[in-house]
T-cell receptor
């Protein structure tokens, strides 16, 4: 039973480019959460999605950030026109009930 | 808004001693409290959790206690081993299922 998958594991972008992060939940899980972790800090909630629906995006910046979880394929977190402050580890977690299981994360570096 | 405070931020113990990490939460509606262990550069790993209808839960050397009245919950690790060294995060559920994380505790177990 494969765990939560994320790709890429590392992503380097120049300021102004777009970053696209992918998350495939565990088999049978229909809930996906995205969290951001700045260096030596805790995890901050960004967005919660179910298939084809955004349930809660209260933690996501209003501009430049968007997320989707299509009927087919992985969930995608998109960051447009990246800035240095977007450099962080982005984790997704999948869930079927209470427990959330995390993927390995995507470490985004903006140069 | 929802908030979780975690103490201490760093904890150093001798191998074989016990370690205790404490958290408080602000949202009285929180009903699920997981603990995660994160090794350097790795994903947060769910190690134990407790729901609000239970006061204590134990799994081998790890136990969690919950005091709903005081909005406190704690992680207890007995007979610590060097491989327990990591950053530990507590979390509390918020409306919709998202998790609010504490700031983390860096545990160091000295052989």
């Amino acid at each position: 039973n494969a765990g939560v998958m994320q790709n890429p594991r590392h992503l380097v972008r120049r300021r102004g480019q777009e970053a696209r992060l992918r998350c495939s939940p565990m088999k049978g899980h229909s809930h996906v959460y995205w969290y951001r972790q700045l260096p030596e800090e805790g995890l901050k909630f960004m967005v919660y999605l179910q298939k084809e629906n955004i349930i809660d995006e209260s933690g996501m910046p209003k501009e430049r950030f968007s997320a989707e979880f299509p009927k087919e394929g992985p969930s995608i977190l998109r960051i447009q026109q990246v800035v240095r402050g977007d450099s962080a580890a982005y984790f997704c977690a999948s869930s079927i009930a209470y427990e959330q299981y995390f993927g390995p994360g995507t470490r985004l570096t903006v140069t | 808004g929802e908030n979780v405070e975690q103490h201490p931020s760093t904890l150093s113990v001798q191998e074989g001693d016990s370690a205790v990490i404490k958290c408080t939460y602000s949202d009285s509606a929180s009903n699920y409290f997981p603990w995660y262990k994160q090794e350097l550069g790795k994903r947060p790993q769910l190690i134990i959790d407790i729901r609000s209808n239970v006061g204590e839960k134990k799994d081998q050397r790890i136990a969690v206690t919950l005091n709903k009245t005081a909005k406190h919950f704690s992680l207890h690790i007995t007979e610590t081993q060097p491989e327990d060294s990591a950053v530990y995060f507590c979390a509390a559920s918020a409306p919709g299922g998202k998790l609010i994380f504490g700031q983390g505790t860096e545990l160091s177990v000295k052989p």
